[in-house]
């Protein structure tokens, strides 16, 4: 893990943590009330999008042309070129047909599953929520700009480096900076120049995310420009060569090494039995062309793209083919199961008082917690809103404390026909700690301690 102690903007004007917040919304040509919808416009196509990688997109030419570089596929290209030569035009046709089917196929398959990669990432996009013309708007973090007004709430990740404008109980992980495991409170502010990273608590950055509390804030920088967008320049690394593409490499290198061995040595014998110059060599020629495997390249693309058909049907991508080799040799597979073996969505057996028996009070407590709570919105609340739902009317909101980082717990204060009900959910050992009697089936309140 990589670890940040000072940014080399501490010493120069880049230091927004040494400016106060109405000096910085002046410098951005921003208020308070966030970016017009046209200056938002104007200003994505001044910085970008708020990317780490600004690649562009391969595009279909480029993609198609990548199957032909290969040093078995640059074999059969030489060898097209030998039977042109040799006037055997047929052989040429044959092997160029050959070389153009396995390069169609690989193209077809990477092109099908970049297309379906691309989609995948579009449903999972990460969002953010934004003022724009004053309003609060959910907008993809890819659109977000220097100058934007961002409303973060626990468990937000945040998409760019900005400077507090408020906040409330504010607690945020930056251990992919810092290296530090414990939450940094944050908190409005002036900081000298010369602040480490790690001490600037009027700043938030881009790759962290929110552990508790909410915050307004004006984006400062986005993309390749801010702290994490650095770091990840510093230490990006090239793509591995797969073991798969390692082989084929190496045994092009090999088949080309014999082919040459071989034709060097039939021309020698020939020239030194006497034999026309001209003929050995053509003879020689003619035989590195039939000493090319031909068939190679479009067996293994077929065999590739076969298997890549096979896993579609079990509803895996393959991205590049040559991955798939790879993939069976595997013999471990370490993956995080949350949001990636599974769909990330929970469904509600049922809601069930201390004897465990179904209890509309409870099912209705849960209810009105999971609608009226504004922070991290999790798989459970959305499992408890779509299981069952409950008529609000006669129902109010009075305030709410938001899980924190301490607490462990989120309470809503209700207001329900002629009483106040506080209702709260969290950490259970958190919870119990500030109970001191549980509701029997009855509706008898006992103490715990008896329980």
């Known amino acids: 893990m990589a670890v940040i102690t000072k940014s080399d903007s501490t010493k120069n004007r880049n230091a ?24 938002a416009n104007l200003r994505i196509k001044r910085y970008g999008a708020n990317r780490l990688n600004n690649k562009k997109e391969v595009g279909n030419v480029q993609l198609f ?10 074999i059969l290209l030489f060898a097209t070129g030998l039977s042109f030569f040799l006037h055997d035009r047929v052989d040429a046709a044959i092997i ?7 390069g169609c196929l690989g193209f077809w398959q990477e092109k099908g599953a970049a297309s379906a990669v691309k989609k995948l990432l579009a449903m999972v996009q990460i969002t953010v929520s934004v003022l724009r013309d004053g309003i609060v708007t959910e907008i993809a973090s ?62 938030l950055w881009m790759g962290t995310h929110v552990q508790s509390g909410k915050a307004t804030a004006v984006v400062i920088a986005t993309g390749q420009s801010t702290e994490f967008g650095k770091l990840s320049q510093r230490i990006k690394l090239k793509a591995p060569e797969t073991e798969f593409e390692h082989g084929v490499r190496r045994f092009g290198y090999l088949l080309m090494e014999v082919t040459l061995i071989l034709v060097i040595l039939i021309f020698a014998v020939n020239v030194y039995l006497a034999k026309p110059v001209i003929d050995s060599f053509l003879f020689a020629l003619a035989l590195a062309v039939g000493l090319t495997p031909q068939l190679l390249p479009a067996i293994i693309s077929v065999n590739l793209a076969h298997g890549a058909r096979r896993m579609a049907e079990q509803k895996v991508i393959v991205k590049q083919l040559a991955s798939i080799e790879n993939f069976g040799s595997m013999n471990v597979l370490c993956s995080d199961k949350t949001g990636t073996l599974t769909e990330g969505i929970v469904h509600l057996h049922g809601a069930l008082d201390l004897s465990g028996n179904p209890s509309d009070k409870v099912a209705r407590y849960a209810y009105l917690n999971s609608v009226y709570e504004t922070g991290f919105n999790n798989p459970i609340d959305e499992a408890i809103r779509q299981t069952r739902q409950f008529d609000l009317k006669d129902c109010k909101k009075l305030a709410e404390i938001p899980y ?13 026909q002629d009483e106040n009900i506080l209702i709260t959910k969290g950490a259970l050992a958190y919870v119990l ?19």
């Not at 160029?96 to 396995?102: E, H, N, V």
């Open 65 to 74: 042309f990548a199957h032909f570089k290969s040093s078995i596929i640059l």
């Open 433 to 451: 700690a500030i109970c001191s009697e549980v509701e029997m089936t009855d509706g008898t309140p006992v103490a715990i301690d008896e329980k």
């Open 142 to 203: 890819e659109n977000l700009n220097p100058g934007d007004i961002i409303l973060l709430k626990a468990g937000d990740i945040i998409p760019g480096d900005c400077l507090l404008l408020e906040s409330d109980n504010l607690f945020v992980d930056e251990a992919i900076l810092t290296g530090e495991s414990y939450p940094a409170e944050k908190l409005p502010g002036v900081l000298p120049a010369d602040t480490a990273l790690s001490q600037r608590t009027n700043a």
């Open 404 to 416: 924190d980082f301490y607490r462990k717990r989120l309470s809503l204060l209700v207001a329900e």
């Open 16 to 39: 927004f943590w040494n400016s106060s917040t109405e000096q910085k919304l002046q410098q951005l040509s921003t208020t308070r009330q966030g970016l017009t919808n046209e200056d």
């Open 96 to 102: 160029l047909t050959i070389i153009l089917i396995s």
